[in-house]
C-alpha cells in the first residue's frame, strides 16, 4: 500500500515536472519565433539626478507582447532565453536598438545622454563580447561614454582577473559599468574592493525600507558607504515615494530612478516625458 502510494507520488511529482518543462520549452520555442519576427520592444525608464531634478539618462527594459495586450514579464522569459543560448543575440540586438535610440535623442539635441543597457552574464562571459560591444558603438555612432552596462554580481563568480581584464578593456572604450540589483548578489567585499566597474545600483528592496527612519535606513546606508569608500557612484532603483527620495540624497546617492519620477515607457513617450519634465523645471516655484 505504502509503495503503492509512493510510486503515485513520485509519478505526479515527474508528470508535473514533465508539464513544467513543456511549458517552458513552448515559451520559448514562441520567444525565438517572436524575436524572429521583431515582436520585442524596448522601453526606457528615465535616470534622474537627485538633487536638481533633471534626466540623466534612462535605462533601456525588454519587452514581449505575446498577443495584444498581454505581456510577458522580462524575470520570466530572460532567464529562459539565458540557459538557451538566446541572450547572446537578443541581448546584442538589445543594445543596437538601444545605441540606435541614444543616437536619434543625440540628433534631436539631447546631448549627454547617458543610456543604460542590461547584459546578463550568459552574455557577458562569450568570448565575442567586447569586439561585438565595439562593433555595435562603431556601427551606431553613438559616444562610447554615454552607454553604460548594468552587469548583477553573478560576474563576479568567474575568475576575478579574467572579468577584470574584460572590463578594463570595455571600460578603455570609454563605456561605464555599474552592478544592478547590488546586496541581492553573493560578492564577497573583498572581491568587490577589486572589481573594476565604476556605479553601484542599489536594489530596490533596500530602497523600500527607507521610511525616514534611521533603524530601516540600514542596508542602503551600508551600500552608499560602501560605494563612497570604493570612490564609485551611485544608483538607486525602485524609488516610489518623497520619503525615500530624500532620505537617499541625505545619505550620499545622487541619482535615482523609480516610478515616483517615471515608469518605462516607449520612446516617443519619452520624449515627450523630457520635455515636459524640462518646461516643469522652468516654471517658478
Ligand atoms: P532590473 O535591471 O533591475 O530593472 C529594474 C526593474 O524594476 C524593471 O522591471 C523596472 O520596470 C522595475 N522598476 C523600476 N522602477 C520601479 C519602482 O519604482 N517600483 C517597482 N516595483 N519596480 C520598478 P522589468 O522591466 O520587469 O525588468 C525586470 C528585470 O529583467 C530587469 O531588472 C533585468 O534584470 C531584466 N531585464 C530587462 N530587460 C533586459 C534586457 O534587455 N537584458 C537583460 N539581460 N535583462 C533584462
Ligand atoms: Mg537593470
Ligand atoms: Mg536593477
Ligand atoms: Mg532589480
Redesign the pocket.
Known sequence: QGKRLGRGKANYFSEALGRAARERMQLLSSLRAAFSAEQLS??F?PQIELASGPVIGA?????WEIEPGRWV???QF?PL??QSGL?VP??EW?LRTACRQLHRLTERGHTGFRMA????HA?FREPGFVSMLECVLADSRVAASQIEL?L?ESVAMDHIDDINTKLADIRRRGVTIAI??FGTGYSSLSVLRQLNIDRL?I??SF?KELDGTHTKAGIAQLIIALGHQCNLALIA????NAVQRRSLLAMGCLEA????FA??MPIEQLEDWMAAAVSNQDQPV
Open positions: 524596448l522601453v525608464q535605462e533601456a527594459l525588454l519587452r514579464p522580462p524575470d530572460i532565453a539565458e541572450i537578443l541581448g538589445v543597457v542590461n547584459v546578463s552574455q548594468e548583477t544592478d540589483d545600483k536594489d530596490r530602497v532603483e525602485g524609488v516610489e530612478q523609480g516610478f515616483l515608469r518605462p
